[in-house]
């Protein structure tokens, strides 16, 4: 009865401590509720999910990388980049090509410049990071220099419209909910991103590439084009954040996003995603998301002053990335003693082959946990 | 020597490939000038870099370049870049990350200009007199927070990159708390002495950076601990192994690191008499960008001082230079970028250049005797591979 009991329990859980994390969040917003009755209310909880709309998108494209094993700090100057372009020159010609056309755009251009990403990583064999780092200073700079700096408060028609749309709108005792159209193609996004990771050879390719680049290779898979076509997708989803961004914001500020780099990244971690590759889930990242958009909000709403958020999201992700990280190492300590354990592990089948050893197979990791 | 030994038994069969052959021996040899043991990579780049950026300010502005303002100014902003680069180059060579460390270098800064304050209110000649020892209270926590950053990254095991970017926030944070988001002023007047001052007509603040550049350089190359650093970065498994007390090396390193980005906070204070919580915020990314143009390996294993000092320097021209030819700071994020990438390409570029020979000469017939011969300097100019660091790490290092 035990074995079957633990399996449950490891089901719940998920592959990537998705079950844990639903848990905090379940259990902050009912300590919130009762400690203070006016955060459960339709009100709070759609304007935490409109808060939650940008960073989702920027957390889909984190993850997709994070996955692959390398990182990614330049996503916030495409987005700004793609987005600010096209606005400036929709206002600068004075057409508007409506909403298909401006995202297409945006896409388009966003695609681009993570092309550029993408060329420099996989062609030269470069660390990511360092690689993104440059290339943000030069999107932000290119921005700046050759597009415009100036602060647009009108923004073209089809833009302006969607930024008042609202799906629900519902009048409750403590006023009026309203919950943003947007949220609607941003859910749709999700689903076709977890469909993308888990179902096509696509999404395979990339846990394969983050468990061990070089098993990949060896494998077949082709390494250098899926790295080519991460940064490209990551591009292109920044670019759709750019512009969800300009339009609820109500106005394109060339100045907005870049610098929250690492609170995205700190978000996908604590949604379970391994920063060295082969692990992570679009529904952990989600949660992750939408916990810090809660502490957020309930910071607020108990009375500490906002000037605390920073180190809340700070223990937070110490304690999360902490608890993983003495987990890991406490595993990694009983399969050194059976080694064949992790055919009863309930978590071995469940993440397909590459990932199953994702984390042992890491050197980096491993070595981290051999001392003890 | 190597390939002088190896000529005679080549000349009788190899008479057809001898223009290739001198060819290979003259690249051999220039490859090896370069990268002489002793003038490492990243230090020998950044003197072409920094000689090439000065040669063309001072071409494009002459009168506002090489003005003594502008090049004290030079001497004045880079010292604090400069150490905070130099910690993140420490951290880098265990091959971690540390993107606490000007949060770190604030919250120093910040203790140091409130404790000032609280002292001076009611007694501004004692304030004044416990100069040292406020500014030691605020290197001290800095020390506090690199430590915290060494216990969570070797003791519990959080990854570099992941335990800082929480600290970076924490501390930030309670900096933000602390001030209430608004800028302190008061600092004791023997940082603003030191601020002003300048022997010889060379900052202070300059002089103590190269200090601080010189005891590092002496820490890494020539005690223990630093020799136990880089074997760190260079391979941990082989230092697990080795017998090296991994944990006590890391939690040293981030304590080292974090005692210097206390010592930049006391030199933000010393430039400019005022704290704030979110100063320098683009410093983070640019002490990395100095420490990989600096030489530095970002998997760990390989640093050069000298090439962080020299980066440091090369990018405080090209910032002022900027200035001089009337281009704005985002052109200088362009520039800043555009170097980062192209340095990191031309090395990728140069290091599978030298790669190629190796792999074809087993087929020449000369090839068992000297592909030995001729892969090892080239191998260990490459520096990118960990085995070929831990080959000549005091070479390699050398400041």
Request: with cysteine; hydrophobic share 50%; glycine share 10%.
């Amino acid at each position: 009865m035990h074995p079957t009991f633990s399996d449950r329990i490891g089901k719940l859980r998920g592959s990537n401590n998705e079950g844990v994390l639903a848990l905090v969040l379940i259990l902050l917003i009912v300590g919130m509720s009762i400690a203070n009755p006016t955060f459960f209310t339709l009100n709070t909880g759609f304007s935490i999910l409109r808060s939650a709309i940008v960073p989702v998108v920027f957390a889909l494209g984190v993850l997709i990388v994070v996955i692959t094993g390398g990182i990614d700090v330049s996503f916030a100057a495409v987005a700004i980049f793609a987005g600010y372009s096209t606005v400036t020159f929709c206002l600068s010609l004075g057409f508007d090509p409506g909403l298909p056309g401006i995202f297409l755009m945006a896409i388009a251009i966003g695609a681009i410049l993570g092309l550029i990403n993408g060329v420099v990583i996989a062609r030269f064999n470069l660390p990511t990071l360092i690689v993104t780092l440059g290339t943000q200073g030069i999107f932000f700079g290119a921005m700046y220099t050759y597009v415009g700096a100036t602060y647009y408060a009108e923004l073209p028609g089809s833009m302006a419209a969607l930024a008042t749309t609202n799906l629900l709108d519902v009048t409750t005792s403590s006023g009026r909910a309203y919950l943003h159209v947007l949220v609607v193609p941003v859910l749709l996004l999700c689903l076709f991103v977890a469909w993308v990771l888990k179902r096509t050879m696509f999404g395979r390719s990339l846990y394969a590439m983050g468990g061990d680049l070089e098993a990949a290779r060896r494998a077949g898979f082709r390494v250098k084009t899926t790295h080519l076509w991460v940064y490209v997708s990551v591009g292109a989803l920044a670019s759709i954040a750019g512009v969800i961004h300009i339009v609820l914001s109500r106005s394109a500020n060339p100045r907005d996003l870049v610098g929250g780099e690492l609170d995205i990244i700190a978000a996908v971690v604590l949604g379970g995603a391994s920063i060295f590759g082969g692990r992570g889930s679009v529904i952990g990242t989600v949660l992750g998301v939408i916990l810090v958009q809660v502490i957020k909000n309930s910071l607020l709403l108990v009375g500490v002053p906002s000037a605390w958020l920073r180190t809340a999201v700070g223990v937070l992700l110490v304690i999360g990335v902490g608890i993983q990280a003495i987990a890991a190492r406490r595993k990694s300590r009983r399969m050194r003693v059976i080694d064949d354990g992790d055919l009863n592990d309930p978590n071995a089948g469940k993440h397909g082959g590459p990932t199953s050893d994702g984390s042992t197979s890491d050197g980096s990791t491993s070595t981290e946990k051999v001392d003890a | 020597m190597s390939l002088d030994s190896k000529t005679p038994t080549e000349t009788p069969q190899a008479n057809v490939g001898s223009v290739r052959e001198a060819n290979n021996r003259l690249g051999e040899w220039t490859r090896r000038f370069v990268r002489r043991p002793g003038v490492d990579r990243g230090a020998g780049r950044m003197v072409i870099a920094l000689v090439l950026a000065i040669a063309l300010f001072a071409f494009l502005n002459p009168r506002v370049f090489l003005s003594p303002i502008n090049l004290q100014n030079i001497a004045v902003a880079a010292p604090e870049i400069g150490i905070i680069a130099i910690a993140m180059m420490v951290v880098m060579l265990t091959g971690g990350i540390d993107l606490s460390l000007v949060a770190i270098a604030n919250f120093s800064a910040i203790t140091i200009s409130t404790l000032y304050t609280s002292i001076a209110e009611s007694d501004p000649a004692l304030a004044d007199s416990l100069g040292i020892v406020i500014v030691l209270v605020g290197v001290l926590v800095g020390m506090l927070g690199g430590a915290i950053n060494g216990f969570l990254v070797s003791v519990v095991g959080i990854t570099p990159i992941l335990a800082t970017l929480a600290t970076m926030q924490i501390y930030n944070g309670l900096a933000i708390v602390w001030t209430g988001g608004s800028t302190l002023y008061g600092a004791p007047a023997l940082l603003s002495g030191i601020g002003g001052a300048a022997v010889a007509n060379i900052p202070v603040l300059f002089i103590i950076f190269i200090v601080v550049a010189l005891l590092i350089a002496v820490l890494i190359n020539r005690t223990a601990l630093g020799r136990m650093i880089q074997l760190e970065g260079a391979n941990p498994v082989a230092a697990q192994y080795s017998a090296i007390p991994r944990r006590w090396v890391l939690l040293k390193t981030y304590t080292v690191a974090g005692v210097l980005a206390g010592l930049a906070g006391a030199l933000f204070i010393a430039r400019n008499p005022t704290a704030s919580a979110d100063y320098g915020s683009s410093y983070v990314l640019l002490v990395i960008v100095i420490a990989v143009l600096g030489g530095t390996n970002p998997t760990g294993g390989f640093a050069s001082v000298l090439g962080v000092v020299l980066a440091t320097l090369t990018l405080q021209v090209v910032s002022s230079g900027f200035t001089a030819v009337r281009l704005s700071s985002y052109e200088y994020a362009i520039a800043q970028g555009v170097i980062l990438i192209a340095v990191m390409v031309f090395d990728s570029v140069s290091t599978s250049r030298i790669k190629k020979p190796k792999r074809s000469k087993p087929s020449s017939p000369t090839g068992s005797s000297g592909s030995s011969d001729s892969s090892a300097p080239s191998s260990s100019s490459t520096a990118t591979s960990t085995p070929s660091v831990t080959s000549s790490p005091a070479s390699s290092t050398r400041n």
